[in-house]
């Protein structure tokens, strides 16, 4: 039996969103949630009801058309016709795992009560996501400041029996699936097309998602460099705590301390050294580790206020009896996030991708390229290019999206997030990373094999005994596409405890 997850007030972390995702919970209403949304929702109908003057969204146009006054027979009319016209989403598809989230935050932003939502909309968003309804949305259309409107018109067009659906593998009209389903499209009534429409749900997704995937990478980074370390027969003293105690930066202290626990008991780092100093690359990693790591203790905050907020707008607020048109949708503080996450991590990438170069240079003792009869054999020589080529095109993604704005909705909307833009290349710099790493792995275990009988620490033979499953020796020259690609998986499938991830 599934075990379930209760949508309410209680905040929401990324332990709790993992463990959903990962045990696949269903998810269901809390008794407070119910009656949140039935709260609102009867307000806002008491409210239109007893009140002719113009109330944004709810019986006027929008955007630059907020002062076109809606006669009431059409309110349902207006938010169906908001849904359609909004759906301009193109560019690629945004992925399934990020749209099953945008679902999961969407739920949750509407359950606090601020929406004036109907109760079976929520509840058909909530079957949706129980049942693995995708909606298909695509990467470009959002500006990110009125809200994420193009990428969430197309999460809403399945309510209404529009647009299309991921549905046990296949991506199928959502009009003919709910006939399939004997499931009647929502009827969306006053303002529900704006709550819908307005919120950051596609950047909130994309930064979870994201971060998820960055403390995994940050981990493994601090492991895959601490091979490289006994690889490169580098110094430990850089990694000595009374280093990083007169420079206290949280993330510099936690990677030396990462660094010393991975090599604890090689035999490689108790070598005497005949090099009083190592390069940069691998004498400051915990510096540049470091200032990752402060930096995704930055966006994870940031986040983790966004995805337990009210993003739409107007706002309802019962015990005032105010509704209030304010600017919540607005994306600045993810945008600058996502930003900050993409330059963080291509830094991230640049010093693996200079390990790597170091490794594959011909000294300390090494071979060149890092393979037997070099010359006939190239050995490692292009799997380092291929890191240079991907760190250069990172350092491209990295250029801010948010610093940008552009005028939209005739002057109304005159200064936008670019919050959608600097998620959707921050999932670039993220996967390039992944390669980056993978390639630096498969160097460093092939050059740990040069430093036999020597060995490193129990624990990282323990990660190149598994490795060597998926990537045995470079005896000579074979195709080595085949196995950055089975060292990117490798890191994929790899699993670490949750404590040690987010710590």
Do not use: W
Not at 80 to 87: G, Q, T
Not at 100 to 114: A, D, E, F, N
């Amino acid at each position: 039996m599934q075990e379930t997850h209760y949508i309410s007030s209680e905040l929401l972390d990324l332990s709790t969103i993992q463990d959903v995702i990962t045990t696949n919970k269903q998810l269901d209403l809390s008794d407070e949630a119910l009656l949140n949304i039935k709260k609102s929702k009867q307000y806002l109908t008491t409210k239109i009801e007893n009140n002719k003057t113009p109330i944004y969204g709810i019986n006027t146009g929008f955007g630059s058309l907020c002062n076109v006054e809606i006669s009431t027979e059409n309110l349902s009319k207006l938010q169906e016709n908001l849904v359609m016209s909004h759906a301009c989403g193109t560019g690629d598809y945004v992925p399934e795992a990020i749209v099953k989230l945008m679902l999961l935050l969407k739920i949750q932003s509407l359950s606090y009560g601020y929406s004036g939502v109907q109760l079976q909309t929520v509840e058909r968003l909530i079957y949706f996501y129980n049942n693995d309804i995708l909606p298909v949305i695509y990467t470009q259309g959002s500006l990110g400041a009125s809200g994420d409107l193009a990428p969430l018109a197309h999460l809403a067009l399945p309510l209404i029996g529009k647009g299309e659906v991921y549905h046990e593998g296949e991506r199928v009209s959502s009009e003919k699936l709910l006939e399939k389903l004997d499931l009647q499209p929502i009827t969306l009534e006053a303002k529900e097309g704006l709550a819908l429409l307005n919120g950051t749900q596609f950047m909130s997704a994309y930064g979870i998602h994201l971060l998820l995937k960055s403390y995994k990478l940050s981990y493994l980074a601090d492991m895959i460099g601490s091979l490289s370390v006994d690889a490169f027969d580098c110094n430990m003293s850089p990694f000595d705590p009374l280093v990083h105690l007169v420079r206290p930066h949280a993330g510099q202290i936690k990677t030396a301390e990462r660094i010393r626990e991975f090599l604890d008991g090689s035999e490689i780092g108790a070598n005497e050294k005949k090099n009083v100093q190592d390069p940069y690359s691998f004498r400051c990693i915990p510096q540049v580790h470091g200032a990752t790591k402060d930096t995704l203790k930055f966006v994870h905050k940031t986040f983790k206020t966004e995805i337990n907020s009210v993003t739409d707008n107007p706002n309802i607020f019962i015990a005032e009896d105010k509704i209030i048109s304010g600017g919540n949708f607005h994306g600045q503080p993810l945008a600058l996030a996502l930003d900050y996450l993409s330059i963080a991590f291509a830094e991230l990438g640049n010093i693996s991708e200079r390990r790597t170069y170091q490794l594959v240079s011909g000294l300390r003792g090494l071979p060149d390229f890092l393979v037997n009869n070099p010359g006939l054999n190239s050995g490692f020589m292009i799997p380092q290019y291929t890191a240079a080529s991907i760190v250069s095109q990172n350092k491209q993604l990295a250029t801010p999206a948010s610093v940008d704005s552009i005028v939209s909705s005739n002057g109304q909307e005159d200064h936008v997030s670019m919050g959608a833009n600097a998620a959707t290349k921050a999932l670039r710099v993220i996967d390039n990373i992944e390669t980056v790493l993978a390639i630096e792995l498969l160097n460093a275990s092939q050059a740990i094999e040069f430093r036999r009988p020597k060995k490193t620490s129990p624990l990282l033979e323990s990660l190149l005994k598994s490795f060597r499953k998926t990537a045995p020796f470079v005896e000579e020259d074979r195709v080595l596409a085949n196995d950055i690609h089975a060292s990117v998986a490798f890191i994929q499938s790899f699993t670490i405890d949750e404590d040690l991830m987010f710590s």
